[in-house]
């Protein structure tokens, strides 16, 4: 089966660096996905191709890739970035699957 | 600019049917495939379905395959998602979203419960 695995939560103090990795052997050969979800509300694509950003999107919020693991790095977190972040791949059958998500708590 | 606009959900009981549907607009929709994606009440997203931008090809996660199915009206620019034998754990907010993840609609709630 295919999965995904990141830390049930991140917490970091406003202006600090916050970074939430996504483990999963399927990152070896497809890049992924990051995904911001406040509460109420659908997600919202931050990051895709493993370290590319949509328009829109704040430059804080960067992605890499080693491996089997993916990282979404937040450069001087601010409040306003409190979210679940998930990651996403595609898998080689033609599905897709998401980590279990990360609380990010900046306080 | 691009929309997508779930509607269909409701409460159902178990063993029961519903049908969702997303309407698009904005953007030329036969041209794109199309995600179903969940997520349990207090829970994480779950990837659901996909289906390629004629139609042409679907997939499912494992635990619906059988019991739902993806569709597609490219004529009224409307996805579909039909629901069968549905069980509690399918409770969930059903979204669907453009092929790349990039445009997500709000969500419609499905509640499965006698």
Redesign the interface.
């Known amino acids: 089966s295919y999965e995904l695995t990141q830390p049930s939560s991140v917490s970091v103090s406003p202006g600090q660096t916050a970074r939430i990795t996504c483990s999963g052997d399927v990152l070896a050969v497809k890049s992924a ?1 990051w ?1 911001q ?1 406040k509460p109420g ?5 931050m990051i ?1 191709k493993d370290n590319e950003r ?1 328009s829109g999107i704040p430059d804080r919020f960067s992605g890499s890739s080693s491996g089997t693991t993916v990282t979404l790095t937040i450069s001087g977190a601010q409040v306003e970035d409190e979210a ?1 972040f ?1 990651c ?1 791949s595609a898998t080689d ?9 990360t609380k990010l708590t900046v306080l | 600019q691009v929309q997508v606009v779930e509607s269909g959900g409701g409460v159902v009981q178990p063993g029961r049917s519903l049908r969702l549907s997303c309407a698009a607009s904005g953007f030329t929709f036969s041209h794109y495939g199309m ?1 179903w ?1 969940r997520q349990a009440p207090g829970k ?4 659901v379905a ?1 289906i390629e931008f004629d139609g042409g ?1 679907k ?3 494992e635990s619906v395959k059988g019991r739902f199915t993806i569709s597609r009206d490219n004529s009224k620019n409307t996805l579909y998602l039909q629901m069968n034998s549905l069980r509690g754990e399918d409770t969930a907010v059903y ?1 669907c979203a453009r092929d ?3 445009y ?4 419609t709630l499905v509640t499965v419960s006698s």
């Open positions: 996905r995904f979800q509300q659908a997600p919202v694509l895709y949509p679940d998930y996403y059958n033609n599905r897709g699957v998401f980590g279990g998500g | 995600h994606v994480g997203l779950e990837w996909f090809n997939y499912y996660v979204y790349q993840l990039d997500w609609g709000q969500g």
